[in-house]
């Protein structure tokens, strides 16, 4: 799951040169078109409940709509059909692990979090625990996660829009992400969950749009024979029948057998701590609206998820790995690159036309993704941290949300810094690491507190972070980070630990701190609270 766009649309940037009019209109069209709705949704917006939850005003397939534009990022779009391109099945098995997390999502999380909470997942953590200590962590956690999340974000967005206009120099580059970043601004500091709500539901309708146009353009090449398409990939990768089985990615030593299960793992549990997808839950009334968004999130992303076959495939079948490989060497260039061949090639209008929108699409993805990532952060900040940590639970509601407004420009201008040093790195460990983080501070602790009454406020400390600590560690020292020549520092060799993905070592770790601190704690956990919280979190009774 990366947005590692170093050289995104290097191959189509001369196309794109002699259309820049076209792009430069829709990507003007989309912000202004944001920007109306972001205005609107702020003049609704009159209170914390409003800024935080939209007012809890939001439709099952509403909320669903805009969980599905905020858990398809850029990096599935352009990740996802570059890995196929390149890896055949194994690249697929990236789609069939994004779309079982929601089943972990919807089993164990959406309707006990929507039950007990207010606006973040601290809420939930000190319900029945010691409030600043627990607050304190789940607040460190959320910003850790949604920072690195943010930063490959709007990297990506950086590089994609930098080509795509033509813009070749560092200054302007770092200008691009310095846009980016005060659109997200705009967006959360103006229209809080309301706004950003919307934009994400428009993000949706426009990424199925594009992605459902390039399917069926490539099945109507094909002759809607999706077994020919198949044939014809496998065929034009020059792996053969291989292409089609597992193993050309994940399979070739024992440690990339580890990896993909560890790489699993985090995929499938990270979902249901990532905190820009916890807060979603809050927008709806109700705990059946809450399981309905859910049912229709599954549905949307798997329709998503479903069409990468096609895209992946398609791209394959229809360019040269040799080329996509020099667009990009991850891959996320196939998309884009397929939507200018399937319209006709480099140079021809039709091409130049797809390549725009498809591009526009991502652009929109980008933006809608890292204004949740921000809104997630800003909110847990003035919720956990400054309302209940620093002012002890007497701040106003307009102190409040006044205070996730100047976080939100805090973290704002820390996301353009990283981001414009990020620029040329190739970020795929900020996304897995986000996962990772996710998986085994958050999850664990959520876990623990609905379902076990012996869980205290040590084990919830040590586990956030304990898993925290650990993954962030055995990200730094993996092929990731340095010792390969797609390591973000490739130069360097610091990578004691094998394995790409911490989550194999990392998230059992978390579930066992979890474990362990409660058991060795001398504070005795609250039977009634747990009660209470049991009834609250299985019924709806006493919900806000």
């Known amino acids: 799951m990366s947005t590692t766009t170093g050289t995104v649309l290097l191959a189509a940037a001369s196309d794109a040169s002699e259309h820049r009019p076209l792009i430069i209109t829709l990507f003007a069209a989309f912000v202004v078109a944001t920007l109306f709705i972001t205005v609107w949704a702020g003049r609704q917006t009159k209170n914390a409940a409003d800024f935080y939850a939209g007012g809890r005003q939001f439709t099952g397939f509403q909320n669903g709509l805009a969980i599905s534009g905020d858990y398809m990022s850029a990096a599935s779009f352009l990740g996802i059909a570059g890995a196929i391109a390149l890896f055949g099945y194994d690249g697929f098995l990236y789609s069939i692990g994004f779309l079982v997390a929601w089943l972990v999502a919807l089993l164990l999380v959406a309707e006990p979090l929507r039950n007990s909470g207010r606006y973040t997942m601290g809420d939930v953590l000190a319900y029945r625990m010691r409030q600043r200590p627990v607050r304190t962590a789940a607040g460190t956690s959320t910003i850790v996660v949604s920072i690195f999340y943010l930063l490959a974000q709007m990297a990506g967005a950086g590089v994609l829009v930098s080509l795509l206009l033509g813009i070749t120099s560092d200054g302007g580059k770092i200008a691009i992400v310095a846009l980016v970043g005060i659109l997200m601004i705009v967006y959360v500091t103006i229209g809080g969950m309301k706004g950003t709500t919307w934009v994400q539901m428009v993000k949706a309708v426009l990424l199925i749009a594009g992605t459902l146009l390039i399917t069926f353009l490539i099945l109507l090449k094909f002759g809607f024979n999706l077994s020919d398409l198949l044939g014809t990939a496998a065929a034009n990768s020059g792996k053969g029948q291989a292409f089609l089985e597992p193993g050309l990615k994940y399979g070739a030593t024992g440690t990339s057998k580890l990896d993909f299960i560890s790489l699993g793992i985090a995929l499938v549990l990270g979902t249901a701590g990532l905190p820009h997808i916890l807060i979603r839950f809050y927008t709806v009334p109700t705990a059946k609206a809450a399981r309905k968004s859910v049912n229709w999130a599954i549905g949307i992303i798997g329709a998503f998820y479903l069409m990468t076959i096609v895209l992946g495939f398609g791209a394959a079948a229809l360019l040269k790995p040799g080329d996509i490989i020099a667009s990009n060497k991850a891959g996320n260039t196939a998309a884009p690159l397929a939507a200018l061949e399937i319209g006709g090639g480099g140079g021809s209008t039709g091409g130049a036309i797809l390549l725009a929108v498809i591009s526009a699409v991502a652009f929109a993805t980008i933006l809608a993704v890292v204004a949740g990532l921000t809104l997630a952060s800003s909110s847990s900040f003035a919720h956990d941290i400054y309302a209940n940590v620093i002012r002890k639970g007497k701040a106003t509601e307009k102190e409040e949300v006044r205070a996730a407004r100047w976080a939100t420009v805090l973290i704002g201008i820390v996301s353009i810094a990283l981001g414009a040093l990020a620029r040329d790195l190739n970020v795929a460990g900020l996304v897995a690491l986000a996962f990772a983080v996710a998986a085994s501070a958050n999850l664990p602790t959520i876990l623990y507190s609905l379902f076990w009454k012996r869980f205290t406020t040590q084990g919830a400390?040590?586990?956030?972070?304990?898993?925290?600590?650990?993954?962030?560690?055995?990200?730094?020292?993996?092929?990731?980070?340095?010792?390969?020549?797609?390591?973000?520092?490739?130069?360097?060799?610091?990578?004691?630990?094998?394995?790409?993905?911490?989550?194999?070592?990392?998230?059992?770790?978390?579930?066992?701190?979890?474990?362990?601190?409660?058991?060795?704690?001398?504070?005795?956990?609250?039977?009634?609270?747990?009660?209470e919280l049991e009834v609250k979190s299985l019924t709806g009774v006493g919900a806000h």
């Open 461 to 531: 400390l040590w586990s956030i972070y304990g898993g925290l600590t650990a993954s962030v560690a055995l990200v730094l020292f993996s092929p990731v980070v340095s010792g390969k020549p797609s390591s973000m520092f490739p130069d360097a060799d610091f990578a004691w630990v094998p394995l790409e993905n911490p989550g194999l070592i990392s998230i059992p770790l978390g579930f066992l701190l979890g474990w362990l601190g409660s058991l060795l704690s001398k504070e005795e956990p609250d039977k009634g609270k747990y009660a």
